[in-house]
């Protein structure tokens, strides 16, 4: 094997293609990213971000770019070193505010629509974010730090120099971060061209966040048509209830008399992203019926705020509803859900039950914005492939028809090979039909075999759609050679609900065997070589390769899991969102009797059958899986004498996501698999 560019190629087992021929690691990063489209209120232009890295300054920019809703070509609206983000339109279309830190800390910015008479509006101490205005225009929202505990050394003013943490109570630190002594608020503020009055704090004294950390963003805040109250979302609980609960809740703020309600109390679970219809009458949001569980069916409710009546509009949908955006006629709402390994747009009718299916196809739909062209609706949204990175495409809700907007790699992918994509129908040990994509190489030639490889979701309640991913590139994977199967096994969306909670409290059971019966399926195949399979997986997929390496029954040659759950007890007792480990593991480790989860399904009660080389890859930073479990994993590989390597990365958390660590990452990862899979016999 030699090593070329960070890429892995076999002399063996490659096509005869090089390394500027196929998508490299480096050619990988080079790829532009296209943020969530903003339609201007006439719904003729809209305006999104385009993300370049730079690996070598380890950073990237995000710059502004212009766009008619009928296609045609991109203006340039910003040129900068610091990145320009969450643009919006004013409501009269005259200026575009967006999110900068160009000033030193990150304001709110406004240019003219064609990029001209760049102004800073705000200058709050500490910087904001999620910023909104006010479909009036008479008001601006946003978030921003209030610190209301205290560090140890202002407890003990006489300890300057003491470094520590004095801790009385859960949720201390959450997915990557520690608790910083502050809180994420949402304030208001008068605004009039360009300039904005005193804000003021709409949670005066709490000690909870909107939006929900550390994933949600400016799509859990909306502001009510007559900009009179906004809406955001809050989960209203501290300490082991925070942790222990997900009973978020829908809060509408008024701002006359500075009072706040719960419009979705009666609800134990999520209650997040609040979207007013247009004339102002209906609130939308997205809920989960049940409290602790995070994967529960997504559905879409409306709250008619006269009447005060809730319902669910996709009642009788057996899917997910995500990102709700509201037609014009204040009746549909759009929103992409997962189906059979895809995602796709979906309309429902808040006045009548029933839900419409929008597109099809072999892709993911992302951002569904709204703008109108004459009498017709029509959807802006976002499209990628495991072949295509996301592009901008115009949707027709009536027909689906979709046309690209823009294409902005098509010059870093002119030349490039890349890999066939196959759905294949794997019959599951029960009969369940397991929907698998199988990834080939370029210039992939069935009379050859090739080593394969086994991906493994994470989760793990996450399909494996036609996602487009910087790390776990599937056609990265396939242009060194390898023949990917990747499988939507038990407990992911899109195949109905069953389907997905079948995993909780069976993580080693039939999700597993859904794994290990579509690798035996393709590896039937005359151009799988079985003695050189693979496999590798992050999150639940590496708790599945963790599991796998006892189970395996020597199909394998190596593993690699990245961020994997090794031991079920301590990582109860050291991850940080507890709903979690406690729905799917059904119960905590002392419970008495104990769930049976920690018995039959931990991994590291099995290492007395392990017996293969492994890769094990840990973030110091995650704290949702805890670096403890990839060290508890690399001490047994260690001690039982099995060929195994450790890669740590001091400063990530539970994802890769500076530039040359990503680098790193896939050349470490490409350079152990090659050491066990590219040479036939090796």
């Known amino acids: 094997m030699r090593v070329l560019f960070g890429l892995a190629l076999s002399l063996a087992s490659a096509p005869a293609l090089s390394a500027q021929q196929v998508l490299t690691p480096e050619r990988l990063l080079r790829l532009h990213r296209v943020s969530a489209p903003a339609v201007s209120p006439d719904g003729h232009q809209l305006v999104y971000g385009v993300r370049t890295i730079d690996v070598a300054a380890n950073s990237g920019n995000t710059d502004l770019f212009l766009l008619p809703t009928a296609g045609g070509t991109a203006i340039r609206l910003t040129d900068t070193p610091g990145s320009e983000s969450g643009a919006r339109w004013r409501p009269d279309g005259r200026k575009i505010g967006f999110l900068t830190a160009r000033s030193g800390s990150m304001q709110l910015w406004e240019i003219d629509p064609d990029g001209a008479n760049p102004r800073q509006v705000t200058n709050v101490d500490g910087g904001i974010g999620n910023f909104r205005y006010a479909p009036t225009g008479a008001h601006v929202s946003f978030t921003r730090a209030v610190k209301l505990d205290r560090t140890a050394t202002e407890v003990y003013p006489d300890l300057p120099k003491a470094q520590a943490r004095i801790l009385d109570q859960l949720m201390y630190r959450h997915w990557d971060a520690w608790r910083d002594y502050t809180y994420s608020h949402l304030f208001v503020a008068e605004y009039r061209d360009g300039t904005i009055g005193a804000p003021v704090d709409v949670m005066p004294g709490e000690r909870w966040d909107t939006p929900l950390p550390p994933f949600g963003g400016v799509e859990q805040i909306a502001w009510r048509p007559d900009g009179r109250a906004i809406a955001y979302t809050a989960k209203k609980l501290t300490g082991a209830a925070a942790a222990a609960s997900t009973n978020a809740d829908v809060y509408l703020y008024d701002l006359t008399t500075r009072t706040t309600a719960n419009l979705s109390a009666p609800n134990p679970g999520y209650d997040v992203e609040p979207v007013f219809a247009p004339n102002g009458r209906s609130l939308a949001w997205l809920s989960m019926a049940r409290d602790g569980y995070e994967a529960d069916r997504n559905r879409l409710f409306v709250r008619d705020l006269a ?288 769930p049976p989860s920690y018995a039959a399904f931990s991994p590291h009660r099995f290492v007395d059958k392990w017996d293969t080389p492994m890769l094990v890859i840990h973030g110091e930073l995650d704290f949702r899986v805890p670096v403890t479990e990839g060290m508890q994993a690399f001490t047994a590989l260690q001690l039982k004498g099995i060929e195994s390597r450790l890669l740590y990365f001091p400063t990530e958390g539970h994802w890769v996501l500076s530039p040359q660590n990503s680098l790193l990452w896939h050349r470490v990862f490409y350079d152990w698999l090659g050491r066990y899979l590219q040479r036939p016999g090796s």
């Open 307 to 594: 009447a005060g009546r809730t319902w669910e509009a996709t009642a009788g949908f057996d899917g997910d509803a995500h990102g709700p955006t509201w037609g014009a006629n204040s009746r549909t709402v759009y929103f992409t859900s997962e189906t059979e390994a895809t995602v796709q747009l979906f309309a429902a009718d808040v006045t009548t039950p029933g839900v419409r299916r929008i597109t099809s196809g072999d892709h993911n739909s992302t951002a569904v914005a709204v703008a109108r062209q004459g009498r017709a609706p029509v959807l802006v949204a976002g499209r990628q492939a495991m072949a295509a990175p996301t592009d901008l495409y115009r949707v027709d809700p009536a027909t689906g028809t979709a046309v690209p907007l823009t294409r902005v790699n098509d010059a870093v992918l002119a030349g490039v090979a890349l890999g066939r994509v196959e759905r294949r129908i794997v019959p599951a040990t029960d009969g369940a039909p397991i929907h698998t994509w199988v990834i080939y190489p370029p210039g992939f030639d069935p009379a050859r075999r090739y080593p394969t490889i086994l991906y493994a979701q994470g989760g793990p309640q996450s399909a494996v759609s036609q996602f487009f991913s910087y790390r776990w590139n599937f056609q990265a994977l396939a242009a060194n050679g390898y023949i990917v199967v990747a499988p939507n096994r038990r407990g992911v969306p899109g195949f109905g609900q069953a389907f997905k909670e079948q995993i909780s409290g069976d993580w080693g059971g039939q999700a597993m065997r859904d794994l290990l019966s579509a690798i035996d399926d393709v590896a039937r195949e005359p151009y799988v070589d079985r003695s050189r399979m693979g496999a590798v997986g992050a999150s639940f997929g590496g708790y599945s390769v963790f599991w796998l390496a006892g189970h395996h029954e020597g199909r394998f040659r190596t593993f690699i899991a990245h961020d994997g759950v090794f031991n079920l007890e301590s990582m109860y007792g050291a991850t940080e969102e507890l709903f979690f480990p406690t729905f799917d593991l059904q119960g905590p480790y002392w419970q008495q009797p104990t």
